[in-house]
């Protein structure tokens, strides 16, 4: 399905490449890591039917040049972006569904707590938000090391050293438009893994937040954080199928599961 609607929205020092598909509550998803609106493609288009799915390239990825460097904080200008588009593309007091995945969690959630009146649910799969753990120490030296990897040896060591995260398993392939390694290594890796959502801002909204991560990776250190926050609210933790990536390796499974999470009701199992 091709998008109904694209387009470039100006942000403060970026543009931001966006699609819109479908009809229905808008379902915003925000992509992680080096991603970009197209590892979403197959999931928005089995999601379309039921919402008016949204997807973006974040600022300084692939299509969504850079016109100024990165602002910091990282969360911040992460959230505003997101934020601008939904205001560029909602009507006032329209509610809004919002999913993101791995570093797009915590934007999902960060703007759940910055706007609870307009974010109607947001489901965060596995945010790495490593500062939640107890060896949360040991974590930030091994994505130190990771960043020093990538300046020292380049783009292939980094990622090879980053399996670690993921078992060792290698990365699988997404859809990208562009390769934004490099951008992910310089200005995403460090202040992503660096980020802790606000417990206390969530608890308050706890009713309204999914806590997610994939069945085939509930073992590896990348899903550990999102386990400890669902702990920390007193929430049960929603399986997805596949694995970090498995809206991108299943999307028609995850997008059922993901309808019913959205529809309010329990997915089936498997």
């Not at 438009?177 to 959502?197: G, K, M």
């Amino acid at each position: 399905m091709d998008p109904l609607e694209s387009g470039m929205l100006a942000v403060p020092g970026a543009g931001l490449h966006f699609e819109v598909r479908g009809t229905g509550p808008l379902l915003l998803l925000i992509p992680g890591g080096a991603s970009d609106a197209e590892v979403f493609r197959d999931l928005a288009d089995e999601l379309a039917s039921r919402h008016r799915v949204v997807t973006y390239d974040p600022r300084g990825i692939s299509r969504s040049l850079l016109h100024a460097p990165p602002p910091e904080p990282w969360l911040d200008a992460q959230a505003d972006d997101a934020a601008r588009l939904l205001d560029h593309l909602t009507r006032v007091g329209e509610p809004v569904r919002v999913f993101g995945s791995c570093a797009g969690g915590l934007t999902a959630l960060e703007l759940l707590v910055r706007d609870p009146r307009r974010i109607e649910l947001a489901v965060a799969h596995e945010p790495p938000a490593m500062g939640l753990l107890p060896d949360a120490a040991r974590h930030a030296a091994f994505f130190d090391e990771v960043y020093a990897t990538f300046r020292r040896e380049g783009v292939p060591a980094a990622l090879d050293k980053l399996r670690a995260i993921f078992s060792g398993r290698p990365a699988p392939p997404l859809p990208e438009a562009s390769d934004n390694s490099e951008f992910f290594l310089s200005h995403v890796l460090l202040p992503s893994s660096r980020c802790v959502p606000d417990v206390t801002a969530l608890a308050a909204v706890t009713d309204r937040v999914v806590l997610a991560g994939g069945q085939g990776s509930r073992t590896h250190d990348v899903c550990r954080p999102v386990a400890a926050l669902a702990q920390r609210l007193g929430r049960e933790l929603a399986e997805f199928p596949g694995g970090h990536a498995g809206y991108a390796t299943h999307p028609v499974p995850f997008a059922v599961h993901l309808a019913a999470v959205l529809a309010g009701t329990r997915p089936a199992p498997g």
